[in-house]
């Protein structure tokens, strides 16, 4: 199947879709009883809340800052999606208070922006490179069409097409008109999706003036910097090429116009934001030069600059993106929203032509790079998330990313994983006219509207913990139309049947393509072999060399100090050595662990300091639980690449 710059598959909207059991019912109902609570008990503590009243005054403390909107924006979505699958009244007011709050603090012109209303109201749209106006504006537009979709109400929708109709007066190729981008990405991909809700075409092409625009000469940042009296040269983020300096604008990915740019790199969060706007526009404009580069970055994300857990950004400095193979472990930046963007970003680029490359990168951030951001309460997040932890040699240990926290100053994390897991059961299926397609495997029930009429669709499984998994479909009327199904690239083995009778089916990108006449009662049964599995990493990521990594389905291993102690790097696993899964009922409510026996090096105050032959060794067992759940119990050391023998 060739590319088409058009997107084929179309997510299933999540009013059809209900994830009805299992792992992610789990997950989903913490999100709902404790995450969704505690994000807001802390916006409300923190005074982001009472900023959208407006009051704050020169000299009163807790000044509004420029991303507060944001944090807000993120939480009323996620409650709203929350709503879309379980109503609730008392969550449902407070969302509505919120939104009352935002609607009065929207200024005549259209303008809302609780920091720059109250603090800097002279210096609205001066500074796109540093601030933050415009990402706050697309996570509020997100949030609108999150609550239209929750509640049939057009209030708050109405307040982001006005704000949305002002951005597009200021901004744009127009004379008068600034010919600026934002310095943090993400209204691109909101201007998509208010575009969809409310059927206005010109909320598309302002998101294709800022992608088109990103990058372009005169760089508009220098400019602006000019204009504020500031040296463009003067910023944060400098490189040194040739012993000569120069801005290094490839933090905020505006170093080169977007369709030249064929590396991921600058800050993560602000790429993958980034990608999915462009990745919108291609499909929407039929644009193969968009699509391409989209395509190039993916390539450099998956071989050369992603983690084996699907976390993306190796370093603090930047928040984001080193070298190629540049991917510490104890350092590994990782953060939480990095994963949660990419996720999105995915499921894009899956919508052009069902491949399981996309899906499967998708599957590893979910269920690790994702998914170690929320503790098993639901109450503390990591915003980024290492790889290696020993507390006794690592100094830093108090001022870095090594235990979970309930809240940060940038606190972007916690609403972020609010509103994934909520919206997760849209993430599950996709459709078009002729074809159903099953990209995630998790209990649930869909309901899909194809060119013959519906489909009612159950999927029963264990997943992740069994490769089990068994699709009842009930369509209306007998019809025939394809199924697909992924077959994850962890996978080495199946079997298929429909029915009970074998079935014979083709291969296409990594998802099996399904096409007959079904009837109701048609049940298909896809069992994936599970077994624990080695991975190892490319050669040129040196701190990895001579380490394995263990995995178990879609996630990734890792050895926690509660379960064997301190020093785990001295931890040496033989090739070829048995690893035995194990599903432990008891385990943060249940779990499958893999347990076997490694060498660990004998400590004893009579063996000399060197010697000319190897030191002697015994062996211990060791448990290793998914990495996801690390944290969760005693502190403690944690290590994912295990010496391998």
């Known amino acids: 199947m060739e590319h088409k710059p058009r997107y084929q598959y179309i997510p299933v909207p999540l009013r059809q879709v209900q994830i009805t059991g299992g792992f992610w019912q789990a997950w989903q109902e913490t999100n709902r009883a404790a995450s969704i609570l505690s994000v807001l008990h802390f916006l409300e503590e923190t005074g982001r809340i009472d900023a959208l009243k407006l009051q704050w005054k020169a000299g009163d403390p807790n000044q509004p800052h420029v991303f507060w909107d944001s944090d807000v924006a993120k939480w009323l979505e996620g409650a709203c999606y929350s709503l879309v699958q379980h109503p609730d009244a008392e969550l449902e007011a407070r969302v509505e208070q919120v939104v009352t709050l935002l609607a009065a603090s929207q200024q005549a012109d259209g303008y809302l922006n609780s920091h720059y209303t109250v603090v800097e109201p002279d210096k609205r749209w001066t500074n796109l490179r540093d601030r933050h ?26 307040v982001m097409r006005r704000y949305a109709d002002y951005i597009g007066q200021t901004f744009g190729p127009r004379p008068g008109q600034k ?50 009296g ?69 390539d450099s ?11 993306l950004g190796s370093q603090a400095q930047n928040e984001g993106f080193s ?76 001022n870095y990313q090594g235990h979970r926290a309930e809240w940060y100053g940038c606190s972007c994390c916690p609403p972020n994983v609010n509103r994934l897991l909520a919206s997760l059961g849209s993430y599950l299926y996709a459709s078009n006219d002729a074809e159903i397609v099953t990209h995630l495997y998790a209990e649930s029930a869909a309901d899909f509207n194809l060119a013959g009429g519906s489909v009612h669709l159950e999927q029963h499984t264990l997943y992740p913990w069994d490769g089990d998994i068994a699709l009842e479909l009930a369509p209306e009327v007998p019809m025939t139309f394809s199924v697909r199904m992924r077959i994850p690239g962890w996978c080495d083995s199946f079997t ?28 298909i049964r896809l ?20 380490r394995v990594a263990l995995a178990y389905g879609p996630m990734l291993y890792c050895l926690e100090g509660v379960d064997n102690g301190e020093d785990l790097d001295r931890f040496v696993l033989p090739q070829g050595a048995l690893i035995d899964p194990s599903f432990d009922p008891h385990l943060l409510g249940g779990v499958a662990t893999l347990e076997g026996m490694v060498q660990v090096p004998q400590k004893s105050v009579s063996h000399p300091l060197y010697q000319e032959k190897p030191y002697p060794y015994e062996l211990k067992s060791f448990k290793a639980i998914p990495f996801a759940y690390w944290d969760n119990r005693a502190e403690g050391d944690m290590l994912l690449w295990i010496r391998e023998a």
Not at 497 to 516: C, K, P, T, W
Not at 527 to 546: E, F, I, S, T
Request: hydrophobic letters at 35%.
């Open 496 to 523: 298929l049947e429909v029915n009970g009778i074998s079935f014979d089916a083709q291969l296409e990108h990594g998802y099996l393509v399904l096409e007959r006449q079904w009837q109701a009662g048609d049940t």
């Open 230 to 298: 500031e040296d463009p040269n003067n910023w944060h983020w400098v490189t040194t090429e040739n012993e000569v300096s120069k801005v290094d604008y490839r933090y905020n990915q505006s170093h080169c116009p977007v369709r030249e740019q064929t590396d991921a790199v600058g800050h993560a969060v602000r790429a993958v934001y980034l990608y999915s706007g462009m990745a919108d526009i291609a499909a929407a404009y039929g644009d193969e030069a968009l699509l391409q580069a989209c395509e190039r970055v993916f």
């Open 133 to 158: 106006e415009l990402y706050c504006a697309g996570h509020l537009m997100e949030a609108a069409v999150a609550h239209h979709q929750a509640t049939g109400r057009d209030t708050f929708l109405n």
């Open 179 to 228: 010919r600026g981008y934002p310095g943090h990405e993400e209204i691109e991909l909101a201007l998509v999706r208010l575009a969809e809700e409310t059927g206005e075409e010109r909320y598309r092409e302002l998101a294709k003036f800022f992608i088109d625009e990103r990058g372009t000469q005169p760089h508009y940042y220098t400019q602006e910097a000019i204009s504020r």
């Open 301 to 311: 994300i998956l071989h050369r600059r992603s983690y084996v857990t699907g976390g």
């Open 527 to 546: 069992k994936l072999r599970m077994a624990p599995r080695r991975v190892y990493a490319h050669p040129a990521v040196r701190v990895d060399r001579g």
């Open 323 to 398: 070298e190629d193979y540049d991917l510490p472990n104890a350092d590994a930046y990782a953060e939480t929203c990095a994963a949660i963007g990419l996720i999105f970003w995915l499921r894009r680029m899956s919508q052009f032509a069902c491949e399981a490359k996309y899906t499967d990168l998708l599957e590893r951030a979910l269920y690790n790079g994702f998914l170690v951001g929320l503790s098993h309460d639901g109450r503390r997040f990591f915003y980024s998330s290492p790889l290696a932890v020993d507390r006794q040699a690592d100094s830093r240990y108090s």
